[in-house]
């Protein structure tokens, strides 16, 4: 036999707050930057999907101190 145990409105609200403070931290905002023609055009040239490449290529930058020492 098959028992489920049924929450109580307290543990569903505080599994509700736990699931909205880690969908929070994902939540990704909206930014706008100004890139040369060059910049963008070689953006672009990465293909469909280029602003989440673009993303994941400031994160890898912004990570490593010597690559923002050299671009200061």
């Known amino acids: 036999m098959n028992r489920t145990a049924e929450l109580s409105k307290k543990e569903i609200e505080e599994f509700r707050q736990i699931a909205d403070a880690r969908s929070a931290e994902r939540r990704k905002q909206t930014v706008c930057i100004r890139l040369s023609p060059q910049a963008l055009q070689k953006a672009k040239s990465l293909g469909k999907g280029y602003t989440s490449i673009l993303a994941r290529i ?15």
Do not use: V
Not at 58 to 72: F, G, V
């Open 58 to 72: 400031l994160e890898s930058a912004l990570e490593d101190n010597e690559m923002i020492r050299k671009n200061l």
